[in-house]
């Protein structure tokens, strides 16, 4: 079976820009979290969906949103890119929320 | 408010030898416990979890893991290291009930086994 996908791997955008990434979640999970990993940090918690309803949002600005689709595939919206952005953003997924996460291989952004 | 504190920012271990990577937590209530491990480049892979039951709880590639509800501990163990296991590893640590159902994660320890 696959697992959490996530697109693109690796992209570099320029401050100011928008960014968009991509998530679909392993077959049958109907809940997907989106976390975002730092150099030398754990992954820290953004936002969790289910069901195409937003169930949490970490502390992150309004520069940040997201949305999940009728597939439970989801998308991550990064508004006004700063050099602060860059990181490896993670998809998680699980069959609802509270039951285990199983993660994706990331995506790599670069802001320059 | 839950937290998680994973002491070690690097352990070291000779091949052969056993590994014992710390994690000790905060929540109000009673916690989900979780390890994950993450090789270089990579996303985090679930290796194990604790709910409730035998304090003792084994996970994926030999891994195990000991809750221990009066010191607020979940160190991840393993009886003998291979060069393959070194890689980063996040504790992460969520409430049962009353709260989010979102998981928190330590900073990582970085284990290095070396041959």
């Known amino acids: 079976d696959a697992g959490v996908t996530q697109s693109p791997t690796h992209l570099i955008k320029t401050r100011g820009q928008q960014v968009t990434l991509r998530c679909s979640p392993i077959s049958g999970h109907k809940s997907v979290s989106w976390y975002q990993q730092v150099l030398g940090q754990g992954p820290q918690f953004i936002f969790q969906y289910y069901e195409k309803e937003e169930r949490g949002r970490g502390n992150f600005p309004d520069r940040f949103s997201a949305r999940q689709f009728p597939n439970y595939s989801s998308e991550l919206n990064v508004n006004a890119l700063l050099l602060g952005d860059s990181a490896l953003y993670l998809c998680?997924?699980?069959?609802?929320?509270?039951?285990?996460?199983?993660f994706g291989e990331g995506s790599w952004l670069t802001v320059v | 408010a839950q937290s998680v504190a994973q002491p070690e920012d690097q352990v070291n271990v000779a091949e052969g030898n056993p590994l014992t990577v710390k994690c000790t937590y905060s929540v109000s209530g009673n916690p989900y416990l979780f390890w994950y491990v993450q090789y270089p480049n990579r996303g985090l892979q679930f290796l194990l979890k604790?709910?409730?039951?035998?304090?003792l709880v084994k996970g994926s590639y030999g891994f195990e893991a000991e809750f221990n509800k009066s010191q607020t501990s979940f160190h991840l163990k393993k009886p003998s290291a291979l060069v393959s296991d070194s890689a980063l590893y996040f504790c992460a640590v969520r409430e049962q009930s009353g709260g989010s159902y979102i998981p928190t994660f330590g900073r990582g320890t970085s284990l290095i086994v070396h041959p």
């Open positions: 604790y709910i409730t039951g035998d304090n």
């Open positions: 998680a997924s699980s069959l609802e929320p509270g039951n285990t996460i199983y």
